[in-house]
Each structure stands twice: as C-alpha cells, then as structure tokens.
DNA sequence: GCGTAACCGAGACGGTACGTCCAGTCTTTGA
DNA sequence: TCAAAGACTGGACGTACCGTCTCGGTTACGC
C-alpha cells in the first residue's frame, strides 16, 4: 500500500508558489482572513485549485508559508541594506540591544513590539493567524516552532548575558522569566482586556525585573 | 434609519433557549466548535433555525450564552451546596482564599487552573471561543466582560487585601500585577509553547511576588 | 369530534376585509402575483396573519374574493352612472349589444375583449388567478363559476337570440358555439402563441359565424 | 458590464443531466408539480443543487428540457420501431393522417388529443407547465416553440392539404383556422369549464369545418 | 350592566425550501 | 506529466414565508 503519493516537489512550479503568497496576502489584507477562501486565493493567483490542494493541506498552512517567506525576503532585504549600511541592530531582526542595562533594552524593544501590535493593518494577519493555531494544534505548532521560537530565542540570549553580567540571579531559568514578559503583552494584544501602551509596557519590565535580579 | 427590528424579547420561549443552550453544549462536546454548526444546533434542539437567528448574531455568540448559563447554574448550584454545607471556597466560585500567606494561596489557585486548562474534553470550547473572540473583536468584548473579567476581580481583590497586609509594595497596580501572574499560564495554554505544569505555576508565582513584595 | 370550529362570520371585521382586498391589490399590482405573500398583505393591510387565514384558505382564494369585490365595486358604480346617464349597453357590465346583425355586435364584444386583455396593468393579475387555477382544481371551479359563467352566459343569450332570429341555425349547441369563438382568443392571450389584434377577434368571428349560420 | 459568466457546456456531465430529467420526471408523477423541489430532485438524482442551478433559471425549466428530452427519447424509439415496421403515422409522432376526409381525419386526431388530455397522469405535469408558462412569459415562450408549435405545425401542413384538395376555401389562413379547432379543447382542458369528450371533439370539427369548407 | 367568548393585531414558533458559497475531489485540455 | 481550468458532490449558510400558536386588548353578545 503506497503512501498518499506525495506529489514530486522538484517539478514543482515555482511562478505559482510565488503567486500564491501574493494572493494570499492580498486577500487577507484587503478582506480579513476569515473572508479569505482558498478558491478566492486560487482565482486571485490565476492558479487551479488543485494547485493548492495539491502542496497545503489548509488555508491557513498557505497563508502561514506566505507570511514566512513575506518575513524571509524582508529580512534578506534588511540584511542586504545592513551590510552596506551602518551596523544598528533591531529586534526582529539581528537580536536585542545590549547596552548593559537590561531594563532599558527590554522596554526598548517591548515598546516596539508594541507599537508593531498596535498597527491594525500589520497585526490582523497574525491575529488570524495565531487565533487558527490556537485551534489547530498542527497549525500552532508550526507558528510557534516558526514564528514564535526565533524571536524568543532573543530574549533567551539576551537574558543569559544579563545573567552573566549580574544583572539577573543565575538561579532564574530564561525560559520562563521571558514569558513573563512577553506573556502580558501578548495577553493584551489577544484578549483586547485593555490598552496596549509603552506604559504598559515600561510597567511590565519594572515589575518583573524586580523579581529576577540579585537582591542589592 | 430605523434598526433592525429587534424581536420582543418578552415573548421568548424559554423552553427553546434552554434546548439550544443544550444542543451547543452537547455538540461541541462531541465533535468540536469547528464541526458544530448552527443547523445541526437547530436540529438537535428541535427547533426553526430562525429561532437561533432571531436571538444570536453567530453559532460563537450562542456558545458564549450557552457557557454562561451552564457556568451560572453551576455556581447556582454550587452556592445552594455551599449554604447548606461547610464555607469552603474556591476559586472559580466565591474567591482566592486568603489563609495570609498570598504565594500558597495563588498556588493553589494556580495549580486548580492548570488542571482545568489540561482537561481536554473541558477547556477545548473554551479555546475554540477564545479564539473566535480573538478574531471577532464584539466577541471578545463580551468574552473578557463576561467571563474573563469576574475572574480578573477575584485576583484584585485578593492582591489589594495583600497590599493592606503589607506583603505587596503599596506602589503597586494589582491590575498589571494579576497578569505578571495570569498571562504566562494563557500564554502556555493557548499556544502550546511547553507544557503547562503544576511545577510552572509555582515558578510563575515566586519569580512575580518577589517583583511585588518589599524588600524585606 | 366536532368540524374545524367555523368562526362566526356575523362577527366578523370589515375594515379588515377591506383592509386585505386593498393590500392584495396593491401588491399583486405593485410586485407581481408570485411575489406577493400573504405576510405581505397582513403587513400592509395592518392585519395579523390569522385574520388572513381564519378566513381564507390560501392566497389565490384572497385575490380571488378581492377581485370579485372589485369588480362588483366597479359594476355597481357603473350601474349608478347608468341610472343617472343614457342607457348605453356595454359587453362587461350589462350584455351583448343585440342591433339584429350577429357579427357586427361580436367582434365590437371582442375587439372590446381584446383591448382589455392587451392592456398588461388590468390582465395581470387575472392571469395570474387562471394560472392558479389551472393548477388548483377548488381555485379554478370558483373562477369559473363566479368570473368566468356569468360572462359566458351574455354569449349564449345573444346567441340564443340569433337563433330566434334565424341567423343561426336551431340544430347549434350555443354553449359550445360561444367557445368557437373565445377559445381562440382566450388560447393566444393566455400561451402567447401570436398577438392578439382586433384583425384576428373579425378573422374568428367571420370563421366561426359561416360554420354556424344557415346556408343562404 | 460582464455577463453572469457562462459554464463550459462541452464540459457538462451527461451522467448528471440524466439523471436529473429522471429524477425531475419521477418526483413531478408521484408528488405533482409544486410539491416537487429543486432540492428534492437534486437529492434524488444524486446531485448537488449547485449543478441544477448552473444549467437551469428554474424548477420549471428543469421540467420543460426534462419533457423535451422525454418526447425526443420516445420518438426516436417510435421512429426505430416505425422503420423497421410498417409505415403508420400517428398525430404526436409525424403527422396528421390524410385520408381525403378532412372532417374524419381530425375527429381522429382530436379525439386522441381529448383521450390523453384526460389522462390525469400524463396531463397533470403538462398542465403545471402551462400554468407555470402563463405567468412567466420566458418559459411560455419556450413551451409554445419547443412543444406547442411542432404540434401546431401538423396542422398547418394537413390544413393547406386540405386546401390543396379543395376541402377548405383558399381565402382561409390555416393558422387560424386550426386554432378554431384546437383551443375549445384546450380552452376546456385548462379552465375545466365542462367535461371534454369525443363527443365535443366531433362537435367542434364539425361547426368549424362548416365554416371553412366552400359553398357547396 | 357584566361577564365572557370571539375576534383582533402582533409576532414568535417549528419547519421547508430557497439560492449562494465554498470545501475538497475529479476530469479534461493545453504546454 | 504537470498545471490551468472548472464542473462535480456535498453541505452549511442566512433569508423568506409558510401555517400554527400564544399573547393581551377590545368589542359585542347573552345572561
């Protein structure tokens, strides 16, 4: 009994994988997630739908694999502007400053998360898309394993070194103490309890902290 | 531009809603919010699918209703139990206890919330609805306002009375405290990250009070 | 086991009768037979629904009953002018004018037939009645009882006439001689097989009277 | 402005139209025509709905091509067993018999017409399209040219014969004429207005014949 | 003159079918 | 041989009416 024929993905064409993305994106840009449809995205691509089908077993996987490759290209765009450019450091991209003062680089890059939650146009996809994960296990594993680990690796980084100055106790795992800073935000984004806000966000570092460094 | 015409909710039947409220309950229960629909809702109450657009915008909005009616019966029951019984309280009904030592008390709340999120046959709707409302921000309006909000209160009230007791600083927002604590469990929960264990509740707690306590 | 429970007529509303034969009217006028519903005349009549069904059995039994009123609204209303007038004879309201010459008097009848089936705004609606009671065998028996007999009875009055006169021979049957010379009109208005003209009500009258008269 | 966008009819399922006319068919003789649904036929066929209403405006068009393709079956079966058998004509099939006796030929005809009009099985379908053609204008149209006309035309054809032969004065339009011995039948048949029997059938051959033939 | 029975407007109810939309599969055609 | 195109079955969607029912209120009859 052969398995369910895995369609040979060295032929595959690459023009409509492409396409695809862009459509995706688009739809979802201009008419929210919920409202997208795969026959949408597959007329928008100019692109059967047997196409879809045939390498994404859910709208949501396509849009999951748009989004990443979205973030790819701009991340290869930033490097290529970085390389020629100056050196600066941002924290999507290339980790969390530090300057040593751990609290100031965690509400720098706090405030600018926040600031990037706050944009309806940016954040609704990814809204969606976490709502979906949420649902769907296979989906959120992939979202976390994909969108969300690399960006908490940072802080993991970040925390360590803060552990190594002496900023933070060395008894304190990385792993959680950064849930308990981005797990409040995000609790906001997603929930919409109250205001997203750099004071918020300021606050949360304060008290935080507060628990993980060595007592003076 | 007159509104749409809202039915006299005078002449409800009662008998129908609470057959709806059944009928939800018992098919997400049994396949899932996802293959739950508001016909086969219909059909299970014996009821015209009119009777369901007449009273909720969507199939999310009649869960929310049938949750909070289940929700409000049991604690109705509870309270009766309670008043002929002992004066135990319990988190999700009446209160944090207060035994004046806040760390033991929010493990133990903690703890039970842990074991309510890791029954999968329990918390499932749960997460189907707070994703739903994720996406449907009317709907997670009326989630947080109804559900989630009693539940915040209880956290308040309990850090306040720590603050009276002097075993929080007095400087202190409970509101942002409550979810240095409440927040990297959702988070846990809701994206799968790692487990979520009883051993993770407890960490939450020391790392956050040793943020909130005086230095000693 | 006692019958359905008539209601008692004697108590009935007549501003609500009226009420519904003016907003069966209107709307059949306004929107068509087929998208006229008995919802809608409740509505625009200001009637509940039940006042439509206590007393009628269907939609096409109102319409009916709305016409006859109507029609008996417009004869009585003639027949005052009448009174007060000359004494003119028209086909619809009194008769088949009687000059002694047979095929003037029918194709002035028909060609007055004619016009008044070519004008769409009055035909409409009675074609949506003889569709309906083509289907339905109860609707169809009072349509021609109570619409179409009485019409048909001028006919074989004039034509009993003729007889009398010798313009047509004693061995015809009038009641069939009279569909010789409906029918035909009657068949072109109602399946559009090729317009309806005055040319064609002489043509008919001219074919059907040589069948019928005596040889000269 | 683009038109409601065609489907590719050389891609068009045969199985599923089939099986459509037969379920159509089925449906109409066992519950008549208005208990049958679009819904109804679509189940009994097998079929989605979604493939009735991309080939057909309405349940009455379904009908229309389900009759059209009936007939075409059937007499593509008569005219196989016709050309291996004798060389007979029947009025349905390929014509009006011409045996010289205009008034003989017809009754036979008439007579055959009144015995399948009365034929409550056979008729009912047809007389729930008729009524439904009446009201809308398009169906009619496609009734009086797809079923009627062919009809109409066997007439023509034996009627100019008949002139020809000198059985009927040249000056008479065939068109005419023949309605003056069609539509008393149908006229009775659609308005149910006195029973149709043989014995009518000869009547209205011989009053309108009378009229048509010359002088003697 | 006073119940009381009935009709009345109103509209919610259980249903049925509508016509639309999309999921996911299958088939045909062209490159 | 894969991809585009799109027709197919299936089924939920949300709407519109159906015909029944229940609810107060308002007549108008019979005691």
């Known amino acids: 009994m052969a398995p369910p024929k895995a369609p040979d993905s060295t032929r595959r064409s690459d023009r409509s994988r492409r396409a695809i993305y ?21 007329a928008r691509a100019g692109v059967g739908k047997q196409t879809i089908y045939r390498w994404w077993p859910s709208k949501a996987a396509v849009l999951m ?25 941002d924290a999507a991209g290339t980790g969390i400053p530090d300057t040593g003062d751990l609290a ?52 993991v980084t970040r925390l360590r070194a803060a552990q190594d100055a002496g900023e933070v106790r060395a008894d304190i795992d990385p792993r959680t103490a ?6 409040p935000l995000t609790h906001r984004w997603l929930l919409r309890t109250l205001p997203l806000t750099h004071a918020y966000a300021d606050e949360i570092v304060d008290y935080a902290l507060r628990g993980l460094s060595p007592r003076p």
């Open 104 to 155: 100031a680089d965690l509400k720098l890059v706090l405030r600018a998360t926040v600031d990037e939650l706050n944009d309806p146009a940016a954040a609704a996809p990814t809204r969606a898309l976490t709502a979906e994960g949420i649902v769907d296990p296979a989906l959120g594993a992939q979202f976390v394993e994909r969108l969300l680990d690399p960006q908490i690796q940072l802080y």
């Open 22 to 42: 862009d459509a995706a994106l688009a739809l979802v840009g201009e008419t929210g997630y919920a409202k997208t449809t795969i026959e949408g995205i597959a």
């Open 65 to 89: 694999e748009a989004f990443l490759d979205l973030a790819a290209r701009q991340s290869a765009e930033a490097a290529g502007g970085e390389a020629a450019g100056a050196g600066a450091t």
């Open 178 to 183: 950064l849930e308990l800073l981005i797990a």
